[in-house]
């Protein structure tokens, strides 16, 4: 039996859960609106050129040829578009975004921000009142994991918050070992923000 056909969205979601380490193997089900507006999500975090691109491929499912000669691109740039915008998409970032649905992940990020706050506050009450605001300095990690914290896109404490519900986040930077990891589950814990509810948290103290 061939492998099943899908059509958009699921068939770009396929090709996402193939590339992912933490989705790889799992069954492909129809995914729900709130999941499809996940993914119309994660697709418009990307620059417009690479959304538009994986668009007319799984959506319009026009051959790389002919996207090139609609988009006025190299047959060999819209391939390496296609391969890293399906990459990237499966990045746990991106993935949690069609796991949860839009509306369910930005809920749950939202109750679970706020008992962040008040544990923080509880445990320290002269903390900044927008704590989730302070730029990222403020937790004073050595250059290496404040360097490799920006160029992922962490460039404030809330950041740092959001990025520790993401499954593996930390675990896929290449020049952070499990010291480093540590460390910073270990800061964001000791200031009450993240507890055992934030999956990389959970995960990291479980290595």
């Known amino acids: 039996m061939g492998k099943k056909k899908y059509e958009y969205p699921e068939n770009l979601w396929d090709a ?3 590339r992912s380490k933490e989705l790889k193997g799992n069954r492909i089900q129809k ?3 709130d999941q499809e507006a996940g993914l119309e999500f994660a697709l418009s975090c990307f620059p417009e050129e690479y959304g538009t691109v994986i668009r007319l491929r799984y959506k319009e499912s026009l051959s790389e040829k002919k996207i090139a000669e609609r988009m006025d691109l190299e047959a060999d740039r819209v391939h390496r578009m296609i391969l890293m ?6 990045k746990p970032q991106y993935i949690i975004y069609v796991v949860e649905g839009l509306e369910n992940h930005n809920r749950n990020l939202g109750v679970q921000k706020e008992r962040s706050i008040e544990n923080a506050k509880r445990l320290h ?3 900044p009142e927008n704590i989730l605001e ?3 300095s403020f937790l004073k990690f ?3 994991i404040y360097n490799a914290l920006k160029r992922h896109k962490v460039d404030t404490v809330g950041d740092l918050l959001d990025a520790l519900r993401l499954p593996k986040w930390i675990q896929s930077f290449s020049n952070i070992g499990e010291q480093s990891q ?3 589950v270990q800061k964001m814990e000791a200031l009450g923000l993240a507890d055992d509810s ?3 948290v959970k995960n990291i103290k479980q290595q």
């Not at 915008?85 to 499966?90: E, F, I, Q």
């Open 16 to 18: 996402v859960v193939q």
């Open 31 to 33: 995914l729900s609106p």
């Open 85 to 90: 915008g399906v990459k990237y998409l499966a």
């Open 125 to 127: 009450p002269d903390l």
């Open 134 to 136: 302070e730029p990222i």
């Open 142 to 144: 050595n250059t290496r």
């Open 182 to 184: 540590r460390e910073i």
């Open 198 to 200: 934030y999956v990389t």
